[in-house]
């Protein structure tokens, strides 16, 4: 058997997020069918990370073996003339044995992408939270900074999440803004469910004025999720990349 890690990228409007669901369009299922043809059956995939239903990726990362014999090469081409143009394999590597993609996995990064301008253009609606209303992006950064280093993050974690723990570390926290597009960057040992999200949108009532710099430690410290904004929606999010 040989171990592949790839690379992958996909627009998740059309998904029902990443992981199989039964009866649901998901990257899973349409990656597995791709691989049905080398081996006879279904080979299990497994994700770096689970995405929900509209989020995108950049850099996700996925693992699994195979008894056929394919260079990593030819893998990569015939899984790109295979799957549907809203997922791509952007590298294939052959992998260590005993390689899996979500344990292994050490860190990831995320990218929100807001556009904080009057009007949105079609072209980027379905990558883009369209925010029309003023942002202070300098009391943004402010309150992204607050959440650097290691901390129980159960203020912003979506109920229905299957952890052992909801301490994570996030190494980087960032905010900017080029003209009316406003991006925020994060990174860390690992995140729960809607934690970006939900980062997000007390972020964007921090920047819109409606609650005070103070109130990101405040979340943070109370462990409590009603105290955090609501959540941002999901087409503004892509996971950018998997550390190992």
Do not use: C
Request: overall charge positive.
């Amino acid at each position: 058997m040989s171990t592949f890690k790839l690379t992958i990228a996909y627009d998740g409007t059309a998904f029902a997020g990443s992981q199989m669901q039964r009866g649901q369009r998901t990257v899973q299922s349409v990656i597995e069918d791709a691989l049905n043809p080398f081996e006879g059956r279904r080979v299990v995939v497994h994700f770096a990370g689970r995405t929900d239903a509209g989020v995108h990726a950049a850099g996700q990362v996925i693992s699994f073996s195979l008894s056929a014999t394919i260079s990593a090469h030819s893998l990569q081409r015939a899984l790109n003339v295979t799957l549907p143009e809203d997922v791509r394999v952007m590298q294939v590597e052959e992998a260590a044995e005993g390689f899996n993609a979500r344990f292994d996995a050490r860190s990831k990064a995320y990218r929100y992408q807001i556009f904080n301008g009057a009007v949105l253009a079609p072209q980027i609606r379905l990558f883009t939270w369209h925010v029309p209303q003023p942002l202070d992006t300098a009391r943004m950064s402010e309150a992204a900074s607050v959440l650097l280093g290691e901390y129980d993050f159960s203020g912003f974690q979506a109920a229905g999440g299957d952890v052992i723990t909801n301490r994570r570390e996030i190494f980087e926290s960032r905010v900017g803004r080029d003209v009316d597009v406003i991006t925020y960057d994060v990174a860390a040992s690992g995140f729960l469910r809607h934690m970006v999200r939900n980062i997000v949108g007390t972020l964007v009532d921090i920047g819109r004025g409606r609650r005070p710099i103070e109130d990101m430690r405040r979340v943070l410290e109370s462990r409590d999720r009603s105290k955090a904004s609501a959540t941002a929606p999901a087409r503004g999010l892509t996971l950018m990349s998997v550390g190992y």
